[in-house]
């Protein structure tokens, strides 16, 4: 089965959260069909936690937190954010905002 063009995805994601009452912000737009995309969750605390999406072994996609599961400063999340931008312009960065730590992906997140 063919992967859905990324705006799709991500409008998709948009839905999910802002429906739930989580703010969603798109903060940077790539390529429009193809395009990876990170997300950036703050919480309540204005730490974040940041999503990469990987494929395991069956070729499945799943999300890991490339930084680690436990919540940072947004400095550094927005840093790692900067830096993957620079190797790859058509990454989509996108910021979910829940009061409740919620990150709305659908597929398996590696803890």
Request: hydrophobic share 45%; glycine share 6%; charged share 35%.
């Amino acid at each position: 089965m063919p992967e859905l063009s990324t705006w799709i995805w991500v409008d998709a994601l948009r839905w999910r959260a802002e429906r739930e009452g989580a703010s969603f912000y798109v903060l940077h737009k790539g390529d429009a069909d193809a395009g990876v995309v990170l997300l950036k969750l703050v919480g309540a605390d204005r730490l974040a936690r940041l999503f990469v999406p990987v494929r395991d072994m069956e070729g499945d996609r799943l999300w890991s937190q490339p930084l680690g599961a436990l919540p940072m400063e947004e400095a550094r999340a927005d840093a790692y954010i900067a830096r993957r931008r620079e190797d790859d312009p058509d990454i989509w960065a996108v910021e979910i905002v829940d009061r409740e730590g919620r990150h709305f992906l659908m597929e398996r997140v590696e803890e």
